[in-house]
């Protein structure tokens, strides 16, 4: 049995990807910041948890036993649920209580756990029900459209949707733009004045503080043969 992996679109503009691995042996995944946060659904020897997780700001390492499956659903920054306070969940995941076998509360509400084809229906019912709406300042200052907005009202309602500042999201999705760069080939030097760094020094720093690892260990990871997810 081996370990399989889907990502797809969503129909909605809340939801960023949604994602279904089912681990064919034991393993060890790390996830980093990007900026979303999830909605996951992990079976593990017959038993489902559902996992509210908030925005990260650091790798996050997480341990798969054979026969794990999980379907995680990211939200784009600036999408929130109303009463549940964004700072609050920076670093942090929550259990949903299950209602039975086959769903899960929110408040006193319940939802049937989806999969990855019906994971849209899911989005519309929580949306339809009130508990994801997005900040739409948020979305246009992330689209680069800041117009009519103070910068004072632009922190408050980042901080409000995201739990992070306006630039603290930026330097995230920075890095992460100059992740992928790096694990495509492209030279740090190079990664450091498209991304907008101030030289390679600059680049290693951030990248190093917010992912977890330099530029030359991304490259040298990047150019290790076998499988890659």
């Not at 920076?90 to 756990?113: C, H, I, K, T």
């Not at 004045?193 to 680049?203: E, P, V």
């Amino acid at each position: 049995m081996r370990t399989t992996l889907s990502i797809r679109g969503s129909d909605h503009a809340l939801v960023q990807r949604i994602t279904h691995v089912a681990y064919g042996d034991d393993a060890q995944d790390e996830s980093l910041p990007d900026g979303c946060w999830d909605l996951v659904f992990m079976k593990r020897r017959g038993r489902l948890q559902v996992l509210h997780t908030g925005l990260i700001t650091h790798p996050v390492t997480l341990g798969y036993e054979t026969g794990d499956e999980y379907l995680s659903i990211a939200f784009r920054p600036g999408v929130f649920m109303p009463g549940v306070p964004a700072m609050g969940m920076l670093d942090q995941g929550v259990l949903r209580p299950l209602a039975n076998p086959r769903s899960f509360l929110l408040g006193p509400q319940a939802f049937e756990v989806p999969d990855l084809e019906n994971a849209d229906d899911l989005v519309a019912r929580l949306i339809g029900a009130g508990l994801l709406v997005a900040d739409p300042v948020v979305f246009r200052v992330l689209q680069g459209d800041p117009a009519g907005t103070s910068l004072r009202s632009v922190q408050r309602r980042f901080l409000s949707a995201t739990g992070l500042t306006a630039k603290q999201l930026s330097q995230i999705h920075r890095a992460q733009a100059a992740l992928q760069r790096l694990m495509r080939g492209d030279a740090p030097a190079d990664v450091a004045a498209i991304c907008g760094y101030a030289d390679q020094a600059h680049l290693g720093n951030s990248l190093k503080r917010i992912m977890g690892r330099t530029p030359g260990e991304v490259v040298r990871a990047a150019a290790r043969p076998g499988p890659r997810r």
